[in-house]
């Protein structure tokens, strides 16, 4: 039941993504940010996260978000993306979904350290729950003002933890599969929902798009769901290069205007 969607996304990954990985997002403000690695544990096995808040006098609590790396594990561009988030005055925390170490370098790596979390949602829901609660811990966070985003693997996994009823100001997913092995766990968000989706992306068809919007207003979900036109999968990384036929792409149009409903999105649920 979970190889037909999970196994195609893992496949064409692996066909058509060497590096799926955010841009940079160009803050607006320049706010000094205070950034570290962050040890945890699951079940006995270390994770190692990375934090970056803004350094401020204000003693108020801040919202929060988790950032939900790609298939590659947790490397430079999502710890890059959580310090971007921390100058719009979030505090963030780049999450680990594999444990200490373990990040792959070629699609072969990656292929073997997403597919045990990918083809096991109930793993995947236990890590990034788990990453949810820490943040929740950390001194300065408003526990009742987080969200979730991700890109690519981590779209997915941010979409997952939604559907465990975590109670979240918001979820948003770039360029992310969309299925799910519970679609009835819909009726557990309590959130909100943005999706930021390639119009062309071969790795999330048609189908897939329609059974998600099927799922969410079965459970009368509010959610956004923005696809844009001749944009492939990964459209916000650089690093994907610029061959849409491939099927991943960056798209200058499409990164931009997905990171400013993005900014929107965060500022509404955040109040």
């Known amino acids: 039941m979970m190889q037909n969607p999970g196994m195609k996304f893992l496949i064409l990954s692996l066909l058509l993504c060497a590096t799926l ?3 940079t997002i160009h803050a607006q403000a320049k706010t000094k940010v205070s950034s570290y690695s962050f040890d945890y ?3 006995g096995k ?8 803004p350094v401020s006098k204000d003693i108020k609590p801040r919202p929060a978000i988790l950032v939900v790396h790609d298939w590659k594990g947790l490397r ?3 710890r890059q993306f959580a310090e971007e988030l921390a100058t719009m005055g979030y505090i963030a925390l780049a999450v680990d979904m594999y444990g200490s170490g373990l990040r792959a370098e070629t699609a072969e790596e990656a292929k073997k350290l997403v597919t045990p979390v990918y083809s096991d949602r109930t793993l995947m829901r236990q890590r990034i729950r788990k990453a949810y609660d820490e943040l929740v811990r950390l001194p300065g966070v ?3 003002r987080i969200a979730v985003l991700g890109f690519c693997f981590g779209g997915t996994v941010s979409l997952e933890l939604a559907r465990t009823g975590t109670p979240l100001r918001g979820a948003i997913s770039f360029h992310g599969s969309l299925n799910t092995p519970r679609p009835a766990d819909a009726a557990n968000i309590k959130c909100p929902i ?3 989706h390639g119009a062309a992306d071969p790795l999330v068809p048609a189908a897939e798009v329609e059974a998600f919007k099927k799922e969410m207003e079965a459970a009368k979900i509010p959610y956004t769901f923005i696809a844009y036109p001749d944009a492939v999968h990964a459209f ?4 994907a290069g610029n061959d849409p036929p491939k099927g991943a792409a960056y798209q200058e149009a499409a990164d931009q205007k ?3 409903e993005m900014r929107k999105f965060l500022e509404k649920v955040m109040r």
């Open 142 to 144: 408003d526990p009742d």
């Open 258 to 260: 997905s990171r400013m």
């Open 76 to 78: 430079a561009p999502a």
């Open 46 to 53: 270390p994770y190692e996260g990375y934090i970056a808040r």
């Open 21 to 23: 990985c955010p841009a």
């Open 236 to 239: 916000t990384s650089r690093e």
């Open 41 to 43: 544990s699951i079940e």
């Open 194 to 196: 943005l999706i930021l």
